[in-house]
Nanobody, 122 residues
Framework: QVQLVESGGGLVQAGGSLRLSCAASGITFSNNVMGWFRQAPGKEREFVAAVTWSGNTYYTESVKGRFTISRDNAKKTVFLQMNGLEPEDTAVYYC????????????????WGQGTQVTVSS
């Protein structure tokens, strides 16, 4: 019943941009904080950004000024605009939902998407 489906990943050159989308269904979207995470092979999952229903945003330090998270509550969709991409950004990106921002910041998601691959060439 619950589905989080990511899209928008791909291969880009360093300095390029991508816009990721995550469409949610089967959840009360207004009750959930939405977040983006990433994980590279052999590395731990990393919190990237989160956005509340009212539009408050949170970012990990390494992406501040480059990434922007937003959500369309009517469409139950969360976005991650990624500018100035670097090879270090290469990872599987996925979205998650939970009731509290602090939970997402601890990599604690109630629901998770399947992920979308982002590869940045040098």
């Amino acid at each position: 019943q619950v589905q989080l489906v990511e899209s928008g990943g791909g291969l880009v050159q360093a300095g390029g941009s991508l816009r990721l989308s995550c469409a949610a269904s089967g959840i009360t979207f207004s009750n959930n904080v939405m977040g983006w995470f990433r994980q590279a092979p052999g590395k731990e999952r990393e919190f990237v950004a989160a956005v509340t229903w009212s539009g408050n945003t949170y970012y990990t330090e390494s992406v501040k000024g480059r990434f922007t998270i937003s959500r369309d509550n009517a469409k139950k969709t969360v976005f991650l605009q990624m500018n100035g991409l670097e090879p270090e950004d290469t990872a599987v990106y996925y979205c998650a939902a939970n009731l509290r921002t602090s939970q997402l910041q601890r990599n604690e998601g109630r629901y998770w998407g399947q992920g979308t691959q982002v590869t940045v060439s040098s």
